[in-house]
């Protein structure tokens, strides 16, 4: 079983500054099955990332996704005040057949 | 535009049953697969349930299975969650979400129905 651990679980920053959010698997995952969302406060979560490091439609290139293997990272370059959220990494596999990280909360310092 | 809308949700006692719905819209519902997640007051998301576009693939957490059941109505352009043998852990925020085959990505999601157990 593949668990996903999200670090750290709260990140305050300031608007403008650059946000690094770390994912790690606990076994070696393909990187196709890796995605990000971001879900704000009363609202659905939204697709961000999908393949570790495709954009989806319509997502800002202030967001970019790497990494390999297990570990993975989503930077927020330049923090706009609407990308203070809770981000979830997610992945596709057997069994679970999908898990999510437990979250990051980026909030504003 | 898609659009996806949940019902059903509720107050139910433990031990108690629901049905939860969603209503897709905006896509061709039949050719997508469909999915049920949860998210707990303050807690992170929770994946419960997955069913291919002609139902012939299910798939549950094992936090619900044997309990809950997953089905949908490709007719109706609807999706459904029979929810039996409540217990107070389930107790959450519903969501349907569409499962996008190509990217392998929860594409897109509904706003949510809360489930209440108590007593």
């Known amino acids: 079983e593949i668990v996903l651990t999200q670090s750290p679980g709260t990140l305050s920053l300031s608007p403008g500054e650059r946000a690094t959010l770390s994912c790690r698997a606990s076994q070696s995952v393909s990187s196709s099955y890796l995605a990000w969302y971001q879900q704000k406060p009363g609202q659905a979560p939204r697709l961000l990332i999908y393949?570790?490091?495709s954009r989806a439609t319509g997502i800002p290139d202030r967001f970019s996704g790497s990494g390999s293997g297990t570990d993975f990272t989503l930077t927020i370059s330049g923090l706009e005040p609407e990308d203070f959220a809770v981000y979830y990494c997610q992945h596709y596999g057997s069994s679970p057949k999908f898990t999510f990280g437990q979250g990051t909360n980026l909030e504003i310092k | 535009e898609v659009l996806l809308v949940e019902s059903g949700g509720g107050l139910v006692q433990p031990g108690g049953s629901l049905r939860l719905s969603c209503a897709a819209s905006?896509?061709?519902?039949?050719?997508?697969?469909m999915n049920w997640a949860r998210q707990a007051p303050g807690k992170g998301l929770e994946w419960i349930s997955y069913?291919?576009?002609?139902?012939?693939?299910?798939f549950y957490a094992d936090s619900v299975k044997g309990r809950f059941t997953i089905s949908r109505d490709n007719a109706k352009n609807s999706l459904y969650l029979q929810m039996n043998s409540l217990r107070a852990e389930d107790t959450a925020v519903y969501y349907c979400?569409?499962?996008?085959?190509?990217?392998?990505?929860?594409?897109?999601w509904g706003q949510g129905t809360l489930v209440t157990v108590s007593s």
């Open positions: 069913i291919t576009s002609s139902s012939t693939t299910i």
């Open positions: 979400a569409r499962w996008e085959q190509q990217q392998l990505v929860f594409d897109n």
């Open positions: 393949g570790a490091s």
């Open positions: 905006g896509f061709s519902f039949s050719s997508y697969s």
